[in-house]
């Protein structure tokens, strides 16, 4: 594939077709790092169509007892790492967990690609920093944070990598990165899903609720967080879904996880730190 190097590591040529999606995407995986990426990008103008106010609506839909649970599930995680201070979620979309550490004590802040989203932030937590854009886009001081969460928003980015590099920038020397991300090795969901559907789990399409630009498996995503100059402390299941089938099909993968080692649920969960000693916002 003439030209096309591989975003994470440069690897540039054998590489995999995942999906054929809608033309002229595709979705390809590095025969190197295994990091799973849509190739050509949508344009910034594309993407940001999508994410209009309509985009949010069949969260608002889903099972609210059990949403709420997934984010305390996920605020107590955060907690366990860095009990309070300064806290920037990365794509809060509509701002439940942002909501949920504001009311713990936390100083929150945000950034949202869409604007629909960013105002929605605002009039939900009228004390948080708001902005609106790529975080590699923002001014924050370098080290400004204690804690950056990115609640599966990472695959939604055109330059994941920077992204990150820019969420090293914003942390304290020995501030917490938490990252959640869908798992590319959820082979059980795969598995059900062609039992229900007979056919593929899809991995891209525009026309979706869920725009995913990368594919990471825990190794793709522990090389990019570490390549961000991050030290990564653990990559375990995430509690993501909502549906009850599909809560039903995780709490197998994760049974299978405890008694294996093998992360295969839908979605996994990055805990890291930025070094004690990277006073220069270097690795």
């Known amino acids: 594939m003439s030209g096309l190097a591989c975003p994470l590591c440069g690897h540039g040529e054998d590489f995999r077709e995942l999906e054929a999606s809608e033309p002229p995407y595709r979705v390809l995986a590095c025969p190197v790092c295994d990091y799973g990426f849509v190739h050509p990008l949508p344009s910034r103008e594309r993407l940001a169509r999508a994410y209009g106010e309509a985009y949010y609506e069949p969260w608002r839909n889903e099972d609210v007892a059990a949403r709420r649970r997934m984010w305390a599930w996920r605020l107590r995680r955060v907690r366990e790492a860095c009990p309070s201070g300064r806290l920037l979620e990365v794509g809060a979309g509509d701002g439940d967990f942002l909501e949920l550490a504001a009311g713990a004590g936390f100083e929150t802040a945000a950034t949202e690609f869409s604007d629909a989203a960013a105002a929605n932030l605002r009039r939900r937590v009228p004390g948080a920093d708001i902005r609106q854009g790529e975080i590699e886009e923002m001014d924050w001081p370098a080290g400004t944070f204690d804690v950056v969460v990115a609640w599966h928003s990472l695959e939604h980015m055109r330059r994941p990598f920077a992204a990150l590099a820019a ?60 390549q961000a100059g991050f030290a990564v402390r653990a990559i375990e299941p995430d509690r993501a879904m909502v549906e009850p089938a599909k809560r039903v099909i995780d709490a197998l993968a994760r049974l299978g996880y405890r008694l294996s080692g093998h992360l295969g649920t839908e979605a996994m969960l990055l805990t890291a730190h930025r070094s004690e000693d990277d006073k220069d916002g270097k690795a």
């Not at 062609?194 to 979706?208: D, E, M, N």
């Open 167 to 226: 969420m090293h920038a914003a942390l304290r020397p020995g501030g917490v990165l938490m990252i959640a991300v869908p798992n590319r090795h959820n082979h059980l969901m795969r598995l059900f899903y062609r039992l229900a559907r007979g056919r593929a789990y899809p991995l891209f399409s525009l026309h979706t609720k869920e725009i995913h630009l990368s594919h990471f498996t825990p190794a793709s995503l522990r090389r990019a967080v570490e």
